[in-house]
């Protein structure tokens, strides 16, 4: 990719069955940017976690509400994505077996904060790797 920006916005209701769609229109957006395979998978991962979180806990007792997904690359070497929703968080106990969506998506991204002042926004930085780079290191 040259010098720029690109972005990728959508907003969708908060149900899990628009996660998948959320996750592939990611997909899309990082090949067209030619960015490696394996760090695609990286990032779809750690947004699909957040994600998955922002549609099951945003919005009590099934209160209908959305979830707004936001991407931009600036250059060549950084994608930052914000998750934001607008409802309640709410401290949750631990269960077994559940509980590792923020621990994969920080373990996965640079960075991630999280901001509840009005409903829970979380925004996450990756650096990439595109293809194209990579291709040139390898020669």
């Not at 269960?95 to 994969?104: E, V």
Request: charged share 30%; no cysteine.
């Amino acid at each position: 990719m040259a010098e720029g920006v690109a972005e990728l916005r959508m907003t969708r209701t908060a149900a899990r069955a628009n996660v998948r769609p959320m996750r592939h229109a990611l997909r899309s957006f990082l090949e067209a940017l030619e960015v490696v395979p394996d760090t695609i998978d990286d990032i779809l991962t750690a947004v699909g976690e957040v994600l998955a979180n922002a549609v099951e806990h945003a919005y009590i007792d099934g209160a209908a509400g959305s979830v707004e997904f936001y991407a931009r690359v600036e250059g060549d070497a950084a994608l930052e994505v914000d998750v934001r929703d607008s409802g309640t968080y709410i401290e949750r106990t631990a269960r077994t077996g559940r509980g590792f969506g923020l621990r994969i998506a920080r373990a996965i991204a640079r960075s991630v904060s999280i901001d509840r002042s009005r409903g829970t926004h979380v925004h996450l930085s990756f650096d990439i790797e595109q293809r194209r780079r990579h291709i040139r290191a390898v020669k």
